[in-house]
T-cell receptor
Framework: SQTIHQWPATLVQPVGSPLSLECTVEGTSNPNLYWYRQAAGRGLQLLFY??????ISSEVPQNLSASRPQDRQFILSSKKLLLSDSGFYLC????????????FGPGTRLTVT | QKEVEQDPGPLSVPEGAIVSLNCTYS??????FMWYRQYSRKGPELLMYTYSSGNKEDGRFTAQVDKSSKYISLFIRDSQPSDSATYLC???????????FGTGTQLKVEL
């Protein structure tokens, strides 16, 4: 069966510090991968998605970037965090053999102070 | 107008009640919808997905799409305290790679 991991689970970072969040998927090959952010009182917002290694599509221009160095690894980064980057970051995957359903990881709660 | 709108609640019902959760959408392209359940501080869990109009049933859950009114619903029968969570509806857009979510409805099932 497929499993999706995210780490760290929680993170407190000062303004201006760098960020690296990691997501890995097990039990599937060549998945589509997604980064979402969920801010308090708001729905999930798609940040980036990737259909393959090195292929990144950005949905919302902002202080973040994404990379996919391996087939089942997706990384979310920032060079300098802003207060507005605080939120719950969720990684999701979609298998090529399935329809369009996306499956989410446990999330990383980021607080920028 | 938001692409997907959802009443945030909170909605409080007694155990055993039938729960109706609803969303409206504004764009008619690509009629693929999903319902997720999210417990506090956890990632969303896919409950059901449905394409086009009609009903889809899975155990105590029924998803319904009404294209004419641009309305999607999730019904929960025999609700349990363990159903207490936030329910998110989502519509697939962007050629199959973008899920647009409602803000979620918080449900509490009381003993």
């Amino acid at each position: 069966s497929q499993t999706i991991h995210q780490w760290p689970a929680t993170l407190v970072q000062p303004v201006g510090s760098p960020l690296s969040l990691e997501c890995t998927v097990e039990g599937t090959s060549n998945p589509n991968l997604y980064w979402y952010r969920q801010a308090a009182g708001r729905g999930l917002q798609l940040l980036f998605y990737s259909v393959g290694i090195g292929q990144i599509s950005s949905e919302v221009p902002q202080n973040l970037s994404a990379s996919r160095p391996q087939d089942r690894q997706f990384i979310l980064s920032s060079k300098k965090l802003l207060l507005s980057d605080s939120g719950f970051y969720l990684c999701a995957w979609r298998g090529r053999e399935r329809s369009y359903e996306q499956y989410f990881g446990p999330g990383t709660r980021l607080t920028v102070t | 107008q938001k692409e997907v709108e959802q009443d945030p609640g909170p909605l409080s019902v007694p155990e055993g009640a039938i729960v109706s959760l609803n969303c409206t959408y504004s764009n008619s392209a690509f009629q693929y919808f999903m319902w997720y359940r999210q417990y506090s501080r956890k990632g969303p869990e896919l409950l059901m997905y449905t394409y086009s109009s009609g009903n889809k049933e899975d155990g105590r859950f029924t998803a319904q799409v009404d294209k004419s009114s641009k309305y999607i619903s999730l019904f929960i029968r025999d609700s349990q305290p363990s159903d207490s969570a936030t329910y998110l509806c989502a519509r697939l857009t962007g050629g199959g790679n973008k899920l647009t979510f409602g803000t979620g409805t918080q449900l509490k099932v009381e003993l």
